[in-house]
């Protein structure tokens, strides 16, 4: 480092006159906020250190309970709270973050010297970083960072939040290698039918047995509603109404749907108890379990609404 990069505090020298002046008012300063000046530069070095630590505990412990306010605070009165009381949002947010760090951290990982010995600008810069990217820094990595200047570790810090989006890019390509793959290698035929075919097949016999499952259960819906004439009867025509309508959206999209297929593959191809289709064993069995599954995942939903 040259002498012009260098911070002019580091290379000022002071004179008698100055150095005591300046003492007087470190001293005057200090009675003021209650600090005590150690007897020697070693005690003073020692202090300095502990102060940095209660930094760092009091920044974490800053961020938590703003973090404990937040998440139990109606939106917006937290940002206007501090406001009220002259809190900065931007500090704030920064003791959030480097609380939302070391709760995401591991415990082995939160309690490493180096990230206990890091200073509070170093810690809010790290806790910008993907959890995942400080987790894969070893204790040797977080000594290394902790040493560098403020400057010099905020261009180690992009360059760890350049490879971490370099990572995502490289796995979001391979996923989709892997997919284009997988696509490419999927098998054309099942049961000796074409996919679609198969799957035609093999959902048409699990969903009408959904539609016919809650078919039957609205039948019998409807004929308490058409039985019970004690309750009111514009209630009850409400009930009828809104059955009436809804159902008959489902029938017309069925015979539209029963329509194309007598359009495409004429009736002779499908009326009949002739036509009734023919399943294989393998092919059967797939179907049945999907069918049975899927009236279960049904009747579940029928419980928990109950």
């Known amino acids: 480092m040259t002498i012009k990069d260098q911070d002019p505090s580091e290379i000022q020298v002071f004179s008698a006159e100055e150095q005591q002046q300046l003492t007087a008012k470190i001293e005057k300063m200090a009675g003021q906020i209650q600090l005590v000046i150690p007897d020697t530069i070693e005690e ?93 820094l070893d204790e040797d990595d977080l000594e290394t960072l902790n040493e560098l200047s403020v400057r010099e570790f905020r261009k180690e810090i992009k360059k760890l939040k350049e490879k971490h989006t ?79 309508h809804l159902w008959l959206g489902i029938q017309q999209r069925i015979n539209h749907m029963l329509n194309r297929l007598t359009e495409e593959f004429g009736s002779e191809n499908l009326v009949g108890a002739e036509q009734i289709p023919h399943f294989a064993e393998d092919e059967w069995q797939d179907a049945q379990a999907n069918r049975e599954y899927m009236l279960a995942m049904f009747n579940d939903r029928i419980k928990t609404r109950e």
Not at 45 to 73: C, F, M, P, Y
Not at 104 to 126: C, D, G
Request: charged share 25%.
């Open 44 to 136: 003073a070095w020692q202090e300095v250190v502990r102060i940095g630590e209660r930094i760092l505990v009091d920044t974490a412990k800053h961020g938590l309970l703003l973090l404990s306010i937040k998440v139990n605070t109606p939106h917006g009165e937290f940002i206007n709270q501090l406001e009220k009381l002259g809190i900065g949002e931007r500090n704030a947010r920064n003791s959030i973050a480097v609380a939302k760090m070391f709760l995401a951290l591991p415990e082995s990982k939160r309690q490493t010297s180096a990230v206990l010995n890091m200073n509070k600008s170093k810690l809010i810069e790290m806790a910008r970083l993907p959890v995942e990217t400080v987790e894969a």
């Open 166 to 244: 370099e990572l995502e890019e490289q796995t979001a390509t391979l996923i989709n290698a892997l997919e284009n793959e997988r696509l490419t290698k999927a098998p054309k035929q099942r049961y000796e039918l074409p996919i679609l075919v198969a799957q035609v097949r093999q959902n048409a016999f699990a969903h009408s047995a959904i539609v016919n499952e809650s078919l039957e259960e609205f039948i019998t819906m409807v004929e308490q509603l058409c039985t019970s004439r004690d309750l009111d009867q514009n209630h009850r025509i409400g009930g009828a109404q809104t059955t009436w």
